[in-house]
């Protein structure tokens, strides 16, 4: 069975940094990539950035390359980070942790996702 857990969220002002992790429970997860997305109040949910499943090849998106960094460490359970630096009012969302089937490092679509966390939240103030 399969879950995916974020933590890491909260309040920061404009400029700071937070870095969420997801752990990763399920042994098909190993040959999954993995991915962060994130949903603004009122707004759709968007694709953010992906790890390959072995930790080598990354993707982002253009609304947060250069700032956010994406990265997995493959252990018993797998791990997921995402450092966020330089945060905007405009990445205040609900960030959820996903997994998809896909073993490479490519923009994911939310009906490729087989898996999803919980979400967490990022407030970040002016």
């Known amino acids: 069975q399969v879950h995916l857990v974020e933590s890491g969220g909260g309040l920061v002002q404009a400029g700071g940094s937070l870095r969420l992790s997801c752990a990763a429970s399920?042994?098909?997860?190993?040959?999954?990539?993995m991915g962060w997305f994130r949903q603004p109040p009122g707004k759709e949910r968007e694709h953010l950035a992906s790890?390959?499943?072995?930790?080598?090849?990354?993707?982002y998106s253009d609304s947060v390359k250069g700032r956010f960094t994406i990265s997995r460490v493959n252990a018993e359970n797998t791990m997921v980070y995402l450092q966020m630096n330089n945060l905007k009012p405009e990445d205040t969302a609900v960030y959820f942790c996903?997994?998809?089937?896909?073993?490479?490092?490519?923009?994911?679509?939310?009906?490729?996702?087989?898996?999803w966390g919980q979400g967490t939240q990022v407030t970040v103030s002016s």
């Open positions: 790890v390959n499943w072995r930790g080598t090849n990354t993707y």
């Open positions: 399920g042994r098909e997860l190993s040959t999954y990539s």
């Open positions: 996903a997994a998809d089937p896909y073993e490479g490092a490519q923009r994911m679509t939310i009906n490729g996702v087989d898996y």
